[in-house]
């Protein structure tokens, strides 16, 4: 067991260094593991080594003598483009482990493990949330994991634990995407709720910082009003690393992960088409997901942030 984990120790492929991936490859780094690190945008991974530590590589297959491979990618369409089409997962060794942290379809999820499994190569799907504000350098990062038994979820749980502060099992495989599309849901239905309640307040004259206080002691406080909205959008600044769409691509997520199940609810529909709205009147491309709130003042004809900047943009 010991030379198992000394080989794992030296052989872990990173693969997407964006905006919450950097940190998490950081921190296994400052854990004592040697990364192999790959990146699609040019020299960022070579960027990464240079100021981090690890060995950046030349695509995908470079990751193939690792025997644990991380992916931070923005959906699971990407993540089949690394693991299955680019070749790699044909050149991994049996017993390899992929763990996935990406924001994908637990369906796709499912199909992928399949497919892994005839080739010997183990997946284990992590969701990720940042709970304390987006602190991922500071390991404020909650996993929630999709492992098909206890030894798939204890192997993956050395790394996932390195990188965050709270590891939370929730089943099999494409469990723990599901639990993260769902709380993405969830979080959006309350921030479209706080958007709502700011523009129709700074209507009637309330101001929005002091509502947000208001609210962040009252039953109406949730993340949004407790962190990005009260620290970021009310006061002009569009910059929290999330991109509207990539929010968009969750709703989507969720809406037919609950039209599968039979269950029937309005709202799931509703937000996902509000959000679309608002993203194409802000005229699409990356522009941050806060930026919403502007459109939402377009809308009410309110003033709730102090200037019109909306330069404001994310990547995954």
């Not at 500071?138 to 993956?156: H, Q, S």
């Not at 208001?214 to 949004?224: A, D, E, P």
Request: aromatic fraction near 6%.
């Amino acid at each position: 067991m010991a030379m198992e984990q000394s080989m794992e120790r030296a052989n872990v492929g990173f693969v997407g260094l964006g905006n919450v991936g950097q940190y998490m490859a950081a921190n296994l780094i400052a854990a004592g593991w040697d990364l192999l690190l790959c990146d699609s945008a040019p020299g960022r991974a070579a960027a990464f080594a240079a100021e981090h530590g690890g060995a950046a590589v030349d695509g995908p297959l470079g990751l193939a003598p690792a025997r644990v491979i991380v992916t931070m990618l923005p959906n699971g369409d990407v993540v089949r483009e690394v693991i299955m089409e680019s070749g790699l997962a044909d050149e991994l060794a049996p017993g390899t482990l992929v763990l996935d942290t990406s924001s994908s379809d637990p369906v796709g999820t499912r199909e992928l493990g399949d497919a892994l499994a005839e080739r010997g190569v183990l997946l284990v799907d992590a969701g990720v949330s940042m709970p304390e504000g987006g602190r991922a350098a500071e390991r404020m990062i909650t996993f929630m994991v999709g492992a098909e038994d206890d030894e798939a979820f204890e192997r993956a749980n050395v790394f996932l634990s390195a990188m965050g502060n709270a590891v939370f099992r929730l089943g099999p495989r494409g469990a723990g995407h599901a639990m993260k599309t769902l709380n993405n849901y969830i979080g959006a239905c309350g921030k479209a709720a706080a958007l709502d309640g700011l523009v129709v307040g700074a209507l009637l004259g309330l101001d929005p910082a002091q509502m947000l206080e208001v609210l962040n002691v009252s039953t109406g406080r949730n993340f949004n009003t407790e962190f990005p909205l009260r620290d970021r959008a009310v006061k002009g600044l569009f910059n929290s690393g999330y991109a509207l769409n990539l929010l968009i691509k969750d709703l989507r997520i969720a809406r037919r992960f609950a039209e599968r199940t039979g269950f029937d609810s309005p709202l799931f529909g509703l937000l996902e088409q509000e959000y679309v709205e608002a993203w194409e009147g802000l005229g699409g491309g990356s522009v941050d997901h806060l930026a919403a709130l502007r459109y939402w003042e377009e809308r009410a004809g309110a003033h709730v942030t102090p200037s019109a900047d909306t330069s404001g943009s994310a990547t995954s």
